[in-house]
């Protein structure tokens, strides 16, 4: 037998991966459970303002109690788990733009003539800024960008990792305040008030590095892409034997409506977002301060209905070049259509209902919880100052994304210490911030328990050649690169903003 067959014989279909994790997870949890493995923590109180000690323990699953809560939530976790009914909706409005031909057409138009760097830079600079969206980037940009690839020539497989890798390289990266960072600039403060009653932290704190960021790690991302995963996935099966696309007069009479259609519906819908002008701002949140939380707050339209307000965008368009094109020709393919992108999506759904189970099982025993907790005494304890302060932190800060991949609940526990760590070295509570942040850029796409990995997992299958199985390592060997690239950039920012006392922002600095 020959070394490649033995290689494909021994992968690991990814549904037997969430499989294993979730017995080791239960097994894990019963050992650490029976030895009493707990931590304590300095968490903030958001209600009085000051710091308290909390005690988390390790649940273990390994016992009646712990099997029953499995088998009694484990429905109920997948039917809630956000990245499925995203997923479905969002493939509902990708069926019929694809098999409209509405996709073949706008893709083949703008990447013809435009040099392929070009494409692959513009579409990593908007998933490194899409994190001002929050989760549902990943929902809409993943597909999106591998069709841009697709019908660019050019392997989807190449598209799905570099549209992943910018949108977990660049879920710290917000060059405006989301409502994710938002929430942890309440926590930093809170925690820098514990220590001194007159500290205050600017909602532009981190303009200047942000900026920076999102410029270089949209280059960054585009060359490893192009140098590295291109290469390293060779040429695309379907690239061979392509037709040219060519636009006669029926794919130009679609793509007229269609972007007739499209653009009046983006201007109604960004008119309704715009405060203070006639009739205007109606899917605001107006029990919300700040504008980005109007707009992206957890109660605000935006945020619960944008998936569908996306896909609304992409079911008109279709339907519109579909009539324009006539390649729609009755209801009954419009009906035909909507379902295309879900066929053969059965595989995709078991993959997402271990992966929830996965999820909840961890959550559940507390193991990620105890872990951060113990890390951020660590920390605390050890002592450090200057740059082995920040090297050391930004290290164990990665773990922690890694087993806590949650921004909120883990800055939640790390703010308590992390922030009085740093300004008791001499540096500002904004720049401990910063430094967990740059950390959940590196590790937030290494991890299967952030909950979108699985959705990148499951696209990566849909596009293998010969339906061989993504096996999760595979998966995360290929967001490596653009995670070690992270790291190097972040470290060398963070060092240089210690050293050189320049600001991050406007009325910050790393220095206090």
């Given amino acids: 037998m020959s070394k490649r067959k033995r290689k494909e014989r021994t992968i690991l279909h990814p549904i037997m991966a969430f499989t294993i994790l979730i017995v080791l997870t239960i097994v894990l949890s019963g050992i650490l459970g029976s030895l009493g493995v707990s931590a304590n923590y300095n968490s903030v109180n958001t209600v009085r303002g000051d710091l ?69 830079l513009v579409l990593s600079f908007i998933t490194v800024i899409a994190s001002i969206i929050g989760d549902m980037s990943f929902i809409i940009l993943i597909p999106i960008c591998a069709l841009f690839f697709k019908y660019g020539k050019r392997n989807p497989k190449a598209g799905i990792i570099m549209a992943f890798a910018g949108l977990t390289c660049g879920t710290g990266i917000s060059v405006f305040l989301s409502s994710i960072d938002a929430s942890l600039l309440g926590y930093t403060n809170l925690a820098a008030l514990s220590l001194d009653a007159t500290y205050t932290i600017n909602n532009f704190a981190y303009l200047f590095v942000m900026i920076l960021m999102t410029i270089v790690m949209s280059i960054v991302i585009a060359m490893i892409t192009e140098k590295v995963i291109i290469p390293k996935l060779g040429k695309y099966e379907a690239e061979d034997g392509t037709e040219e696309f060519y636009l006669d007069k029926k794919k130009k009479r679609g793509l007229l409506f269609s972007l007739t259609v499209g653009i009046i519906y983006i201007v109604i819908f960004a008119y309704n977002i715009i405060p203070g002008l006639p009739l205007s701002g109606k899917l605001l949140d107006y029990s919300q301060t ?13 945020n619960q209905g944008f998936v569908f307000v996306v896909t609304m965008f992409f079911f008109l368009c279709g339907l519109f070049y579909g009539i324009g094109a006539k390649t729609i020709k009755n209801n009954r393919e419009v009906c035909d259509y909507l379902g ?81 760590v740093f300004m008791n070295a001499g540096l500002s509570a904004e720049f401990s911030q910063l430094l967990y942040r740059a950390s959940e850029c590196v590790a937030y796409g290494l991890t299967p328990l952030m909950a979108y990995f699985v959705i990148y997992i499951a696209f990566l299958s849909k596009y293998s050649e010969d339906d061989k199985p ?43």
């Fill in 470 to 512: 993504i096996s999760l390592i595979e998966a995360i060997k290929d967001i490596m690169p653009y995670g070690g690239a992270t790291a190097l950039i972040w470290i060398s920012v963070l060092i240089l903003l210690y050293v050189l006392g320049i600001p991050m922002g406007i009325g910050a600095s790393a220095i206090l």
């Fill in 340 to 420: 295309h992108s879900l066929d053969g999506i059965g595989s995709t759904l078991v993959l997402i209902f271990l992966a929830s189970t996965f999820i909840s099982v961890f959550k559940a025993t507390e193991i990620g919880t105890v872990t951060a907790a113990s890390i951020g005494n660590f920390i605390s304890s050890a002592n450090m100052t200057g740059i082995p302060l920040i090297l050391i932190s930004f290290m164990l800060c990665i773990v922690i994304t890694i087993i806590l991949p949650s921004p909120v609940q883990s800055w939640a526990i790390l703010s308590g210490v992390l922030v009085p």
């Fill in 290 to 302: 700040l504008y980005i939380d109007k707009l992206f707050g957890y109660n605000s339209f935006f």
């Fill in 52 to 120: 308290e000690t909390t005690t988390v323990m390790v649940n273990s699953l390994l016992n009646l109690s712990g099997l029953k809560m499995i088998f009694r939530t484990s429905v109920s976790n997948f039917a809630s788990f956000a990245p499925l009914s995203m997923l479905i909706i969002t493939l509902i409005g990708v069926g019929i733009m694809d098999k409209s031909g509405f996709l073949e057409a706008f893709f083949s138009l703008v990447t013809q003539k435009t040099s392929k760097f070009v494409v692959t």
